[in-house]
């Protein structure tokens, strides 16, 4: 089916948002070294963007984690692909995500990481969707957008590892060009039964 992307958010206005969140974290942390972690692979973009703004010694490492879902919600079944290089004994971690849906992979990681005895662990991520939170315990500390609960794509993120390139974050539709609406239901961004790499 044809598909393509709409525009939700432009480039100029994410890019001053995770400005403007750089500037909280910077205030909060003062010059305290800070540990940043992404969330591969969605998170990536968003870290890079983010890191550029933020005036501490700053360190970063990567993990990657994988759910089972069906449709679009994942299961709360969570794997490490690819834990990460450093201890975190001591360190303030930032946990820095693409977006949080379900809640159920950052309740997963802050449990396992905050085993690691790391000095604190806070959360920032790009984009919230609070009206499909399952894991309602997950506090986030940095949310550069709220938005309602569509299939975005863009700034890292991706549809069938596709669109995560995007300089802004859009919304996938599918079907005839739909000139004002949203995709209908049953957008078609439904994902089978799989285990998926975020
Ligand atoms: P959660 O465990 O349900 O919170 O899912 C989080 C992960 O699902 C994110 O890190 C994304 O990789 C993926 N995800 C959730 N919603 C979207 C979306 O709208 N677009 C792309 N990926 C999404
Ligand atoms: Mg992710």
């Known amino acids: 089916m044809a598909e393509h992307v709409r525009m939700l958010i432009p480039e100029e206005q994410v890019n001053k948002r995770i400005?403007?969140?750089?500037?909280?974290?910077d205030a909060d942390y003062g010059d305290a070294p800070l540990h940043l972690i992404c969330v591969l692979k969605g998170g990536a973009m968003f870290m890079c963007e983010l890191?550029?703004?933020?005036?501490?010694?700053?360190s970063f490492d990567f993990m990657s984690v994988s759910s089972y879902g069906s449709g679009t919600t994942s299961s709360g079944v969570v794997r490490i692909v690819k834990d990460l290089d450093e201890p975190l004994e001591g360190k303030d971690v930032l946990i820095v995500e693409d977006i949080i849906d379900t809640g159920?992979?950052?309740?997963?990681?802050v449990e396992i990481l905050g085993r690691r005895h790391p000095k604190s662990i806070r959360i920032c991520t790009l984009l919230n969707k609070p009206e499909r939170r399952v894991k309602k315990q997950v506090k986030v500390d940095y949310t550069c957008f709220e938005i309602p609960d569509?299939?975005?794509?863009?700034?890292?993120?991706d549809y069938d590892q596709r669109y995560r390139n995007l300089p802004y974050i859009g919304v996938v539709e599918f079907g005839p060009d739909p000139g004002e609406g949203i995709g209908a239901e049953?957008?078609?961004?439904?994902r089978e039964e799989t285990e998926k790499t975020e």
Do not use: C, D
């Not at 569509?150 to 993120?157: A, D, Q």
């Open 19 to 25: 400005e403007e969140i750089a500037a909280k974290i």
């Open 51 to 58: 890191a550029k703004h933020l005036t501490m010694p700053v």
């Open 186 to 190: 049953g957008s078609g961004t439904k």
């Open 104 to 109: 159920h992979t950052l309740a997963y990681l």
């Open 150 to 157: 569509k299939f975005v794509v863009g700034y890292g993120l």
